[in-house]
Structure formats: structure tokens, C-alpha cells
């Protein structure tokens, strides 16, 4: 039987991969939405033909790799092609997400969907629980610009265009608060783990 999967979100910065990261170390498999949505778009892709072709050779590095600062600083300035963009990119995730998420001699009950996006998008169509991991947006934005080395107000907009954070906990089965030391987060992971065993039955 296939294992069930576990949503796995939070806001820009909330520190989604640490997380990720314990569970793994409990033998979790799991993929990130955002790795598959960088895989769709690598050269050579049709993903990529069509963005280059929509928005102009300009959005591609003299690599031909997408120069996804540039294409992301396009899409957060105007919501119809912010638009257009999720329109062709989500459903190849989607599909790309499915076939990762099956993974081959696996005996957990569960993996995980890790996504910033998972209610923004059909993501969320594709769990059976959601863990919402929770910062303060203090905290985001200092961790998110410290990491992409992005400006304060361009990470504003990015918190902005997600779901607001009471909506996103208001979806939540599970809560993990990453305000705390990373052993604190550590222990919520492991109880988080143990109760999702006892509910799939492993």
C-alpha cells in the first residue's frame, strides 16, 4: 500500500528544510516542492522553452539556465504573469511530485510533502495531514534575507502573496513552533513522528 503523505509548510523562512531534516533523521522520506519545481525548468526542459519563450530570452543566464531572481522579480511586480506562470508550472510539479513522492523499498507509513505553496496550490489536494511549521514574521524576514540575500521589502512582498499565517495555522493538523532552540524543534519532530505512526497504523 502506498504510503500516505504528510503536508509539511510554512511560511517563506519558517525553516521548512531543517525540519525536513529531522524527520529524515527518523528514516522520513520526503521531497521539496521547490527542488522538483527547479528540476522542471532545468535546460532542456519544455517547462523552460515556453517561460523563455513568454517572457523573452532575456529571463535566461548566458548559461541558458533560468535566472530565477530575474523571472521571480517579474512575477511579484505583476499578478497576471505571476499568474500565467502557475498556470503552465504547477500541474508539471504536481505530476512530478506524485512520482517522487512513491518511493521503492520504503516501510514507513508516511512521507512527506515539503512546500511553502502547499495551500496556495493544488498541493494541498494530495495530503491526508498538514504540519504547519510557525515563526514569528520578525523571524522570517531576518532568515530569509540573511539566506537570499533578497531586500527587506521584496521579502515583505513574498510573506505578502502567501497565505496569511492565522489562515495557514487554522489548516494545520499538526503545529511545529520554530521560535525555540533546535533541540526544542527537535523533540515536537519526534512526537509529531510518533503520533503520525500510531495514527497510519505502523
Known sequence: MAPKIVGLTGGIGSGKSMVASLFGAF????????DVARQVVE?????????????????????????????????FDD???????EELIHPIIHTELERQLKPDDYNLPYVLLVSPLLFETIQHTMTERVIVIDSPESVQIQRTMARDNNPRDQVKRIIAAQIPRQQRLDKAD???D????????R?????A???????FGH
Open 187 to 191: 523533540q515536537q519532530v519526534r512526537d
Open 178 to 185: 520554530n521560535g525555540g532552540t533546535k533541540d526544542n524543534v
Open 174 to 176: 499538526l503545529i511545529i
Open 79 to 85: 499578478a497576471d504573469e505571476r499568474r500565467w506562470l
Open 27 to 34: 528514516g522520513v522520506h520526503w521531497v521539496d516542492a521547490d
Open 43 to 75: 535546460p532542456g526542459t519544455r517547462a523552460l522553452e515556453l517561460i523563455a519563450q513568454h517572457f523573452g530570452h532575456d529571463i535566461l543566464t548566458s548559461g541558458g539556465a533560468l535566472n530565477r531572481a530575474a523571472l521571480r522579480k517579474l512575477v
Open 193 to 199: 513522528h510518533n503520533a503520525l505512526l500510531v495514527e
